[in-house]
């Protein structure tokens, strides 16, 4: 049964972005096992090339949040899915000529993270248009799932490719993929609530922007950063496991990343049938993933470490809509840019640090202490941020968070 508020935009859009993730998904797969056997490779580079993606997140995503919140959000997909179509098929040219090396690797993913910086505050803001508010949960949770569903197939089709010698296939059906998003927002009218933004309203201020937003906000924000940028770093760290750990090849490696979309898919579904988030909700979904990232340090074998993953891809997804989606509803109309802007540079724009953080754990004292330790922090964190919640007023009312002021509250 489709939920209150979604129309056919909505599933002409899903369909279209789950061709385009299933492509992508093969592209990341294909990337970071490229950036351990590229010439210059190894731990460091995929930190770099993690930390290049990311960078632009935490310098740009205020600016970002700001182009956004001025146009049209479906114009602005329009351009920026166009845009990273281009930075997949000039690392698939360059891998068959024979001339890719990191020093060219990173810098074109630089180039792809600063257009994702935009792309990824533009969905949200269009989901938004697609769904409103009522819906925006269960939209957003259907979205997850089925976009999972491409995950589930992208990581493992990929590691098969790469298997019998093909990665340059792999980017340049990662490029072709984003054609199918393109025509579909080319044609799809503009919704309802997707007008143009205020041009003219001030810009946040360029530090104390994030201090204005109310506190549960900045909460998400906090949960964010150790959840995103520290705790989730299996792009860099699967692979090493798979190759020092687990003894596995791109195969196992591949199902490494499937296992952690099938959980996320049903993240997903169970999410798509419950109530819009309250403040409590992201605190535990952050918790539960930081023990899951500690247990999954201590799996001996590749099955075992599978079903660990198929845990904290539930947790992920978890955390991951019920964070966005009360961002979104504890914020002000006016707020929901900035707000999006600082939850989304807290999210991915520290990953660089983390990344870097996690391989020199894994390089000093061990590739297992590196699940450990962020694992560890996420949680203590998480527990702090629960219990401090739990003195003071009870602050949800039928499952909706409590606005920061009366004009905040949800419809």
Not at 263 to 279: D, T
Request: charged content about 10%; hydrophobic content about 55%; overall charge positive.
């Amino acid at each position: 049964m489709r939920p209150t508020g979604l129309g056919r935009a909505y599933y002409w859009y899903l369909g279209a972005q789950v061709v385009s993730v299933g492509g992508t998904m093969m592209g990341y797969t294909a990337l970071f096992w490229l950036g351990l056997h590229v010439r210059h490779g190894g731990g460091m580079a995929l930190a770099s090339i993690d930390a290049a993606m990311m960078l632009p997140m935490l310098l740009f995503s205020r600016r970002a949040g700001m182009v956004v919140a001025a146009r049209r959000s479906r114009h602005v997909l329009i351009c920026t899915q166009s845009l990273q179509a281009a930075g997949p098929a000039a690392i698939g040219t360059l891998l068959a000529a024979g001339l890719m090396s990191i020093w060219i690797l990173v810098p074109l993913c630089f180039a792809t993270g600063c257009i994702q910086c935009v792309d990824v505050t533009a969905r949200q803001m269009f989901m938004l248009d697609l769904t409103g508010d009522q819906a925006l949960r269960k939209g957003t949770s259907q979205y997850a799932a089925a976009i999972g569903l491409a995950k589930i197939a992208g990581p493992a089709f990929a590691g098969l490719v790469i298997a019998i010698g093909s990665q340059a296939a792999v980017f340049f059906a990662d490029a072709g993929s984003f054609l199918a998003v393109v025509a579909v927002l080319c044609w799809l009218p503009d919704a309802g609530r997707g007008l143009a933004r205020q041009r003219e309203q001030a810009a946040p201020r360029r530090f104390r922007w994030v201090l204005d937003l109310p506190g549960h906000v900045q909460a998400a924000a906090l949960m964010a950063l150790l959840v995103g940028g520290f705790g989730w770093q299996f792009s860099v760290l699967n692979p090493l496991i798979a190759q020092n750990v687990l003894h596995v090849g791109a195969s196992g490696f591949g199902l490494f990343g499937t296992s952690a979309a099938v959980g996320g898919v049903l993240g997903s579904v169970y999410s798509s049938r419950q109530k819009n988030p309250g403040r409590y909700e992201f605190i535990v979904w952050s918790g539960l993933l930081g023990v899951a990232e500690c247990t999954a340090a201590a799996m001996p074998d590749a099955w075992a470490y599978d079903a660990v993953l198929l845990v904290l891809g539930a947790a992920m997804q978890l955390f991951a809509v019920s964070a966005t989606v009360y961002v979104q509803q504890a914020a002000s109309r006016e707020q929901r840019g900035p707000a999006l802007s600082a939850y989304n540079s807290a999210f991915m724009g520290f990953v660089p640090a983390g990344a870097f953080v996690v391989v020199a754990i894994a390089a000093t004292i061990g590739t297992r202490w590196a699940l450990v330790l962020p694992g560890l922090a996420i949680a203590v964190t998480a527990a702090v941020l629960g219990a401090a919640a739990s003195r003071q007023a009870p602050a949800v009312a039928s499952g909706n968070p409590q606005p920061h002021n009366p004009r905040t509250a949800p419809p």
